[in-house]
């Protein structure tokens, strides 16, 4: 019989999934299988990792939804097949040992995972057995939407309209599974179960505390509840205190949610917040491609130039962005949100971003790595083309003097200081007029307020003026 194995990675759904559709037509038998890779997790500094909690949660969810896709089609013991180790080394050999003449896979566009599938790809070849990728995570890839010259685009927003124009309604039809589930075939019967969290050697994190719903259910329940307020995502997108985003990013990182359903809903609501939030999906894309183009872009600047920008040496300012005692309330609140939850609010990170680059001074890929540690949904390409948006290194149409000033953000996006007081307890009973500014209260006023600055909440790090004049003759000497 003609038989495939379809190799799940940042796709961990059984619906609208691209390469188990096309497996599950073209194929008599396909088996499914997920790969905790040894060289992704041996890599991380804690053996208690939201994200590889995320992801075991999720992945004994698709098994159950496989087998039950299965039994209703008539078969039975179907499932995922779960290995533990390296992927280049598990999925060839468990290719060989069920007899497959194709491995299919959706697309990854981060180099190591290009690389690895290149490894892959060329050890079933040595077989006599096919790879085959798809494209799954976005809508657009690669070199799908480009100039009129035929080269990438540098910038978002010509790249949005070309993305716009593009669109056909089929570039958003789902692939279909249930209706061909009849050829998912049993597993070996030595590969019955999921490997319990604690037989990969991690431990439970405090991810069912957080209330962040995992798997293909949780990222349905998510949607659902966006869409009934993606009306007023527009304008409520930006403060962190209020329910205004979508909260799928952990759901788009690891496939549990498929992005063409998420389009083609957000696009028939056709709200302005609709229209909105289809935007930042295409951000999404943008910085995909730009990684798929640019893969330098991982240790170096988009702008070459900027590699000549000489960053400050300042291991305690470092530290006291990442702990949030910079004296900035809203900047210490968003970094400790992530501390915290391994969530942060999309405005909190180009707010914290700039004041790591604009105001302390400090380079681009040392914050970049803090927020690839924390993230829950640490993406390589948005992780990166984020940073390097707010550093001006990367592709921004506005110049480097572009500086956000903590405060008036804080006055603008977290008017009455709510966030903040949650985030940063030692300020809670800090009047409105001075929660973004607390260093400007006289000394009645902090004694009224619980709260002395300098000894239980630190005086700002840098005077942002100075700080941004300091930024300012930095880039110069770049630009000169």
């Given at each position: ?270 709200s302005d917040g609709a229209q909105c939030w289809v935007d930042e999906l295409i951000w999404r894309e943008f910085f995909q491609m730009i990684l ?54 999309n405005r909190l990170r180009m707010v914290t971003a700039s004041f790591l680059t604009k105001d302390l001074g400090i380079d681009w890929r040392l ?114």
């Amino acid at each position: 019989m003609k038989t495939a194995l379809v190799w799940f990675r940042r796709d961990l759904r059984s619906v609208d999934h691209a390469a188990l559709s096309h497996a599950l037509t073209q194929f008599e038998r396909v088996h499914c299988a997920f790969v905790f890779d040894t060289v992704i997790l041996d890599a991380l500094p804690s053996r208690c990792d939201r994200r590889v909690e995320f992801i075991w949660h999720s992945v004994v969810e698709l098994d159950g939804a496989l087998a039950e896709l299965a039994a209703a089609a008539g078969v039975q013991g179907a499932g995922l097949i779960v290995v533990h180790g390296r992927a280049d080394d598990e999925i060839p050999a468990l290719a060989r040992e069920l007899g497959v003449q194709a491995v299919l896979a959706n697309r990854d566009y981060e180099p190591e995972a290009l690389a690895r599938d290149a490894r892959v790809a060329q050890r079933l070849a040595a077989d006599g057995i096919a790879f085959r990728a798809f494209k799954d995570q976005v809508v657009f890839e690669c070199d799908e939407v480009l100039t009129r010259e035929g080269r990438p685009f540098s910038v978002y927003t010509p790249y949005r309209h070309a993305w716009r124009r593009r669109l056909e309604p089929a570039h958003l039809a789902p692939f279909p599974v249930a209706p061909h589930a009849h050829r998912l075939a049993p597993r070996p019967s030595a590969r019955q179960t999921v490997p319990t969290l604690a037989a990969l050697g991690f431990e439970r994190t405090d991810l069912a505390n957080l209330r962040l719903p995992t798997g293909m259910r949780g990222g349905q329940a998510l949607a659902d509840d966006f869409i009934g307020r993606i009306a007023r995502y527009r304008e409520a997108r930006d403060y962190p205190a209020r329910k205004g985003v979508s909260y799928l990013s952990v759901h788009l990182r690891f496939g549990t949610v498929s992005v063409r359903e998420l389009y083609a809903r957000a696009l028939a609501e056709g709200s302005d917040g609709a229209q909105c939030w289809v935007d930042e999906l295409i951000w999404r894309e943008f910085f995909q491609m730009i990684l798929w183009h640019h893969p330098q872009v991982v240790d170096a600047s988009f702008r070459p130039e900027y590699d000549r920008v000489r960053w400050e040496d300042d291991p305690a300012g470092f530290a006291a962005w990442q702990a949030g005692l910079t004296g900035y309330p809203i900047v210490d609140a968003g970094m400790r949100q992530l501390r915290q939850s391994g969530y942060m609010h999309n405005r909190l990170r180009m707010v914290t971003a700039s004041f790591l680059t604009k105001d302390l001074g400090i380079d681009w890929r040392l914050g970049e790595r803090h927020f690839a540690a924390l993230l829950n949904d640490y993406d390589l390409a948005a992780n990166n083309g984020g940073w390097q948006w707010a550093a001006s290194t990367g592709c921004d149409a506005q110049p480097y003097f572009r500086i956000f000033n903590p405060v008036t953000q804080s006055e603008r996006f977290d008017p009455t200081g709510d966030f903040i007081r949650r985030y940063v307890p030692e300020l809670a009973r800090v009047p409105t007029r001075y929660i973004h500014a607390p260093w400007l209260m006289s000394a009645a006023d902090q004694a009224a307020a619980g709260v002395r600055i300098g000894r239980d909440y630190p005086a700002p790090l840098v005077d942002h003026a100075a700080a941004r004049q300091r930024t300012l003759a930095r880039y110069a000497v770049v630009k000169g």
